[in-house]
């Protein structure tokens, strides 16, 4: 029989700017978003900073549904975006984890689910359960190295963003997720596109961070192809 076609990529996010912060000149956008970058230099030679990203879940009578933020418009980086809550990893965290690169990215997560979506998830160190790590591809002028963790949170916890940086949220079933890239209405990056395609196998959260934590974790560096 005739292969199925693959998926359609992650559509990019609408132009219209929320209010949040402060408008930002239309020009800031065609410098390099990263400020150690000079527009001169070449971006080839970035070296990817560390950080982390949770990805919260939790069980409803529809099956599992994912928390989404959505990053202000005016971001230089991944702004008008939905994202799961995270952040690069502080040298809090760094000292906080005496110099552990994986302990200082679940604490990371953990501060980061807290700071953007007033979560805590107070058995952090437990209740993270790795799922890959996403490297931004060479040539963009800022670049992570994102450590990814999947966490089962019970109930209906309050979410409260903090209006700035992160201005709304949403709780939303990876398939319908999906379907609102797919329209338009939600813009996605790669790797949180992927993430929720691996998520929508699943009715349960339990079933779901069993078999991901048991397959070989993803590292994933995209390339930019002519």
Avoid: K, M
Avoid at 102 to 116: D, F, G, I, K, Y
Avoid at 127 to 142: A, F, K, Q, Y
């Amino acid at each position: 029989p005739p292969r199925a076609p693959p998926p359609p990529l992650p559509r990019a996010p609408p132009r219209a700017r929320p209010p949040g912060l402060a408008d930002t000149p239309s020009r800031a956008r065609s410098q390099p978003s990263s400020p150690d970058v000079p527009r001169h230099e070449s971006t080839d030679n970035v070296v990817p900073r560390p950080a982390a990203t949770v990805v919260v879940l939790r069980d409803t009578d529809c099956g599992i549904q994912v928390l989404l933020l959505r990053r202000n418009e005016a971001l230089l980086f991944a702004g008008g975006y939905w994202v799961f809550p995270g952040g690069a990893i502080d040298a809090s965290d760094v000292s906080d984890a005496d110099g552990d690169h994986t302990l200082s990215a679940r604490l990371a997560a953990c501060r980061e689910a807290s700071e953007e979506a007033g979560i805590d998830i107070i058995d952090g160190l437990a209740g993270l359960v790795s799922c890959g790590r996403w490297i931004g591809p060479v040539g963009e002028p800022r670049r992570y190295s994102t450590e990814y963790f999947l966490h089962h949170c019970e109930g209906e916890p309050a979410v409260e963003v903090d209006g700035s940086e992160i201005i709304e949220h949403r709780w939303l079933s990876a398939s319908d997720a999906l379907q609102q890239n797919l329209t338009g209405d939600l813009p996605l990056y790669p790797p949180t596109w992927f993430t929720l395609r691996q998520i929508s196998r699943f009715h349960r959260v339990e079933h779901g961070i069993t078999a991901i934590s048991r397959a070989t974790p993803l590292h994933v560096l995209p390339l930019f192809c002519d």
